[in-house]
T-cell receptor, first 111, second 114 residues
Framework: DAKTTQPTSMDCAEGRAANLPCNHSTISGNEYVYWYRQIHSQGPQYIIHGLKNNETNEMASLIITEDRKSSTLILPHATLRDTAVYYC????????????FGSGTKLNVKP | NAGVTQTPKFQVLKTGQSMTLQCAQDMNHNSMYWYRQDPGMGLRLIYY???????DKGEVPNGYNVSRLNKREFSLRLESAAPSQTSVYFC?????????????FGEGSRLTVL
């Protein structure tokens, strides 16, 4: 599976959009991009995933560049409860059992 | 609506003692996983089970054994605990092949080895 690079931490003002970048320059054609988050010391929570098209759900939007070498997770109106570590994971569809988490981005939402 | 249940939630061991962490899921998932998370770090995959009757090593399997007892249950055993195994352990499950790839996590088991 391709490796991902994320900033260690980011700040965002409450009510503003939080844009979390992820670089996956070695991604191959059959690999999906997944985003999870971990609030405090709870178990990680699935947010969204995509292959090449942009995706949106009730939690967030996922923007994948045309060359698929990077992506951005967007939380449109961040709240204090969105303070968490966000993990970007790349995984091949056939390799569904190898789900590796990196160190993620610590998002601090400030009042 | 239990999802993934881990027991115990907290445990303190002395070096050399053994113990088993239990995990059960009620979502009829095929795949189950054990991760560990050290302070300030991301999660690392210890072992996984693609389906009932199969288990495979992940990134950091040394010092651990697993058993997929049935489709619902996946246990993690520390035969001779070491201080380096002090960590938070998370169990997860997923539908498996054909699913969306979403993992469902338990609340974690906090293990301290003295």
């Amino acid at each position: 599976d391709a490796k991902t690079t994320q900033p260690t931490s980011m700040d965002c003002a409450e009510g503003r959009a939080a844009n979390l970048p992820c670089n996956h320059s070695t991604i191959s054609g059959n690999e999906y991009v997944y985003w999870y988050r971990q609030i405090h010391s709870q178990g990680p929570q699935y947010i969204i995933h995509g292959l090449k098209n942009n995706e949106t759900n009730e939690m967030a939007s996922l923007i994948i560049t045309e060359d698929r070498k990077s992506s951005t997770l967007i939380l449109p109106h961040a709240t204090l409860r969105d303070t968490a570590v966000y993990y970007c994971i790349v995984r091949a569809e056939y390799n569904f059992n190898k789900f590796y988490f990196g160190s993620g981005t610590k998002l601090n939402v400030k009042p | 609506n239990a999802g993934v249940t881990q027991t115990p939630k907290f445990q303190v061991l002395k070096t050399g003692q053994s113990m088993t962490l239990q995990c059960a899921q009620d979502m009829n998932h095929n795949s189950m996983y054990w991760y560990r998370q050290d302070p300030g770090m991301g999660l690392r995959l210890i072992y996984y089970s693609a389906s009932e009757g199969t288990t495979d090593k992940g990134e950091v399997p040394n010092g651990y054994n697993v058993s997929r007892l049935n489709k619902r249950e996946f246990s993690l055993r520390l035969e001779s605990a070491a201080p380096s195994q002090t960590s938070v352990y998370f169990c997860a499950s997923a539908p498996g092949a054909g699913g969306t790839g979403e993992l469902f996590f338990g609340e974690g088991s906090r293990l301290t080895v003295l």
